[in-house]
């Protein structure tokens, strides 16, 4: 991590500057919390705070676009609540051409067993509730090792930022990745095998979400995502996301249980 903390990041409102500043993130509150304080919900509420003061309000330039994002956290109050995944990502994105998209992304969160190549910490039954309603849900996995061989079609350079031209075989990684749940059920395994058809959390939230994609947008996701409804349980963490494009104005409303969910920064 310290060789990539050191490539410098070419246009610091651009994405891949992003993503350089991202995966710092993760490597702070992932890596940084082995072996004392390695909590699937430490990290994970750590993480979104850290994720939240560098994105919130911050303007992104793209090629023939500006995205803006106002960012919200909050977590269950009663613990003895029934869970629905760990965390709940919804996003509210306004177009440059005025449409509107809502959508909503559950996250089943594990991380990897001291010593070992596995998470024990998996349960197929926890991170399958969600697919009946939410196709598009995933698990997050934390490695306090770093993680390669990721389901990443691109170069370095589109990840983390600049690199030596001589460092042909160079590859990214990160320790904080995301498996489609769907395809993780049909695999069966509980392991690092899952990386290969992975993508770095900081990819999906950059190059995805901001944009509205790998979202489910039915009312069931929606509704079970903000604590609405809650018959078939509900996320520990709940984050809500408003994205702007090329200055349209945010949707920055949600429309959630705030008897349910208590706001945290």
Known sequence: ???????????????????????????ANVKENFPGNWDSDFITRSLLS?????????????????????WSLHQLKDKSDTTLGDIAFMVQVSYHD?????????HATAIKD?????????SKNFY?????????????????????????????????????HSWNNWM??????????????????KTTGLYKVSLPLSYLLCYRYLYGLDLDHSAASLE??????????????LVLIAVSHGGAVPLTTFDFDKKRYIEFE
Do not use: C, W
């Not at 770093?146 to 370095?156: E, H, L, R, W």
């Open 50 to 70: 850290n994720i939240k003061k560098l994105l919130t309000g911050k303007t992104i330039q793209t090629p023939g676009n500006a995205i803006k994002s106002y």
């Open 128 to 164: 399958r509730k969600p697919l009946s309603f939410a196709p598009h849900s995933q698990i997050l996995l934390y490695d306090y090792d770093t993680i390669t061989g990721m389901a990443f079609p691109s170069t370095a350079e589109s990840v983390i930022g600049n690199h030596p």
């Open 224 to 237: 079970t995502a903000s604590g609405i409804k809650s018959d078939r349980g509900n996320p520990k963490f």
């Open 98 to 106: 005025g449409q509107i998209s809502k959508g909503a992304v559950f």
């Open 1 to 27: 991590m310290k060789i990539i903390k050191q490539l410098a990041p070419g246009n610091r409102d651009g994405l891949k500057s992003l993503n350089f500043e991202l995966e710092s993130l993760v490597y």
């Open 114 to 122: 001291p010593g070992k190549n596995t998470f024990s910490g998996l």
């Open 172 to 189: 990214p990684f990160t320790h904080a990745v995301a498996v489609p749940a769907n395809l993780a059920l049909s695999l069966d395994i």
